[in-house]
């Protein structure tokens, strides 16, 4: 499955972006999906996950309350509304898709390019 995350830019602190990823080439709701963000000089880091169907959701304890991971498997779409940004969350972010539930990074099979996210403040 190819990955095209979208929707990073410059925000004030406060402020509030949605992220999107589009999946395309195979049936999207077969994967689990994921966000993860890269700060510089930082380790990847999971923010979000969600399962194939919607019904289940995890959200990074950095991030609970302010984010929210959503998909839309009849536009192949994942979302990740992210408000009341902090400085500390600029980082480019990834979409990742994968075969099983993705509690960490090795377990993504496929990685969109990455939008970055940075947060003035």
């Known amino acids: 499955v190819q990955l095209q995350a979208s929707g990073g830019g410059l925000v004030q602190a406060g402020g509030s972006l949605r992220l999107s990823c589009a999946a395309s080439?195979?049936?999207?709701?077969?994967?689990?999906m994921a966000w993860f963000r890269q700060a510089p000089g930082k380790e990847r880091e999971i923010v979000g996950r969600?399962?194939?169907?919607?019904?289940?959701?995890y959200t990074a304890d950095s991030v609970k309350g302010r984010f929210t991971i959503s998909r839309d498997n009849t536009k192949n779409m994942m979302y990740l509304q992210m408000d009341s940004l902090k400085p500390e969350d600029t980082a480019v972010y990834y979409c990742?898709?994968?075969?099983?539930?993705?509690?960490?990074?090795?377990?993504?099979?496929?990685w969109g390019q990455g939008t970055l996210v940075t947060v003035s403040s």
């Open positions: 990742a898709a994968g075969s099983r539930p993705i509690v960490a990074s090795f377990l993504a099979d496929y």
């Open positions: 969600i399962s194939m169907s919607t019904a289940r959701t």
């Open positions: 080439g195979r049936t999207f709701r077969d994967y689990y």
